[in-house]
């Protein structure tokens, strides 16, 4: 049963992966080939391109394009429940996430590992964004469990990465610019994923409670994605 | 063990302030085909998402083959055949990898049924089921509906947009099957005349309530057209359990729920209307226009009354 939800969402979501790993294993090694821009310039692009920008599109129409079709109701109506349903998608989205950014780390390794950078940096920056773009993409697709279109989920998770910005720099903007050098207590960062980039960078015992923290995140936001998708409120036509 | 299929007291749904469903009470006996009648928006799909625990009933009490859709959803589905109103699946994939796809989410599928089903219905298993006409669409759900042997098969508005030939092989072939393999059959539908050979029982959905529930027979029995001279029509006026009266100048028509009760009133007033038979549209008709009184003058009006 689970075997035949993923085969479904594999074929459905594949030609993604293979979009994702030609843009951003072309953009890398056109970059690093060229050397128009040191190679960290590059393979920062490479990472944030992929753990900000492609999971919206990844994320955008696991579920909304099925509400969009009309086939949604005939997935909720067999019997599965809505966490099976809603974890395949998230698995299949997440597995994407993981395939581009391995094709590309891979790529920039080869290439230039060792070059300007050290390979172990270049892994473990391709490691904290492959966290981060997987978290952006269950973040954005929980909350936009109920979204009709495309284009509303791609506005939930342009939101969702701007209160993960504000978050990280927002309340220290505005502590020293408007409230008497008030500052937001350190932890605060640690609230959103982008921790993870720090996490990935620095000590194992700020990662573990970094990755502990987002895990947390993400099961309750999918228990609640979940039950809402099982349940569907309001007259859908 | 209950003798219904689907057991509804008091069910009651809201969205925001909008009461959809108020105090909808019903039963279906195990077998029959019910046939479940309202107007577009009437609260009939509302109804049939909460049996199958798609939707939460903010109210009242549930029980589909003796489970509660509430806490038992995944159990009605895997025992329940549900073609859904204006059905879309998944375009992408073909006939038969769909049925390959459905089958293994029910424990009872049975794949010589399948593809017997396949055959006589027509279904090129090749095709994508995006590339599928309208009918195919409608055959190839009911398919799904019904090859896990369920014992109930809920069929919301199935016929919807098919053409009156397609409409009516479909009541003839499907509806015949089911009954002919004793399956309890809930079919909600507007369009009535279609129904009106197959159901065993009717119940209408107007205004968030069951406004009739009967066997579809007795309300044909009870149910009738009384004309009469205006004149003696205010003679007896209010006739017992009036449904609905248009007034024609000289005539006046009284559609009556107790027809045997309305003629003993009207002949103790020494008044013989003429008994006239309705169809199931009319009778539905009668119980969601009507509860008025209404008077009409025009030439169109009288043409257009009949």
């Known amino acids: 049963m689970i075997a035949r939800l993923i085969w479904k969402e594999w074929v459905e979501q594949r030609w993604k992966l293979a979009l994702c790993c030609v843009l951003l294993v072309g953009f890398s090694a056109a970059g690093l080939r060229a050397r128009v821009a040191a190679d960290l310039a590059v393979c920062v692009l490479a990472a944030f391109g992929g753990c900000l920008l492609l999971p919206i599109f990844v994320g955008m129409d696991l579920l909304a ?3 969009a079709e009309g086939s949604l109701i005939s997935l909720l109506a067999l019997p599965v429940s809505s966490h099976k349903i809603l974890a395949v998608k998230l698995l299949i989205g997440c597995g994407t996430i ?26 473990s920056l ?4 492959t966290g981060v773009g997987v978290a952006l993409l269950i973040w954005m697709t929980c909350l936009a469990v109920r979204q009709v279109s495309e284009a509303r989920c791609a506005v939930v998770g342009i939101v969702v990465l701007v209160v993960w910005v504000f978050t990280m720099f927002g309340f220290d903007f505005l502590g020293s610019f408007f ?4 500052s937001p207590p350190k932890w605060l960062p640690v609230i959103h994923p982008v921790a993870l980039l720090e996490a990935s960078q620095s000590s194992w015992h700020w990662s573990i409670v970094a990755v502990g923290i987002q895990v947390l995140w993400v099961v309750l936001l999918f ?3 979940a039950s809402r998708l099982g349940r569907m409120e309001g007259p859908q036509r | 063990m209950s003798q219904y299929a689907i057991e509804i007291r008091g069910l009651v749904k809201r969205f925001g302030d909008k009461t959809v469903l108020g105090d909808v009470t019903f039963q279906v006996p195990k077998g029959k085909t019910y046939a479940f009648l309202g107007r577009n928006g009437a609260g009939k799909t509302t109804t049939i998402r909460i049996l199958l625990g798609l939707l939460r009933a903010d109210g009242g009490q549930v029980s589909v083959l003796g489970l509660d859709p509430a806490r038992q959803a995944l159990e009605i589905r895997r025992r329940v055949g549900y073609l859904a109103e204006d059905q879309r699946m998944f375009g992408w994939m073909r006939v038969r990898q769909l049925l390959d796809f459905i089958a293994p989410f029910y424990p009872h599928w049975n794949h010589s049924l399948a593809e017997r089903l396949a055959g006589r219905l027509e279904l090129p298993m090749n095709t994508r089921v995006r590339h599928l006409s309208k009918g195919h669409t409608v055959r190839l759900g009911l398919l799904l509906a019904v090859a896990h042997r369920p014992e109930l098969v809920i069929l919301d508005d199935p016929t919807l947009g098919l053409d009156p030939i397609m409409r009516k092989e479909f009541l003839r072939d499907v509806v015949s099957y089911l009954q002919s393999i004793e399956t309890t059959v809930f079919f909600s539908s507007h369009l009535l005349y279609e129904i009106e050979p197959v159901a065993d029982m009717v119940g209408i959905l107007e205004g968030g309530r069951i406004v009739l529930q009967s066997a579809t027979d007795t309300l044909r029995e009870q149910v009738k057209q009384l004309v009469l001279s205006t004149e003696d029509y205010r003679r007896v006026s209010p006739l017992p359990r009036e449904l609905d009266v248009v007034i024609r100048g000289q005539q006046t028509a009284v559609v009556v729920a107790d027809t045997e009760a309305a003629c003993r009133a009207a002949s103790k007033a020494g008044v013989r209307p003429t008994v006239i038979n309705l169809n199931l549209d009319e009778i539905f008709e009668a119980y969601v226009t009507g509860k008025g009184e209404k008077t009409l003058d025009s030439q169109a009006d009288l043409e257009r009354v009949g």
Request: proline fraction near 0%; charge should be neutral.
């Open chain 1, 179 to 182: 409230m008497g050098g008030w």
């Open chain 1, 223 to 225: 228990l609640w994605a």
């Open chain 1, 65 to 67: 394009s099925e509400r």
């Open chain 1, 126 to 129: 391709f490691a904290g964004c």
């Open chain 1, 98 to 123: 993981v395939g581009y950014m391995l094709a590309a780390c891979t790529t920039i390794c080869l290439m230039a590992g060792g070059r300007e950078i050290e390979t172990g940096r270049i892994i």
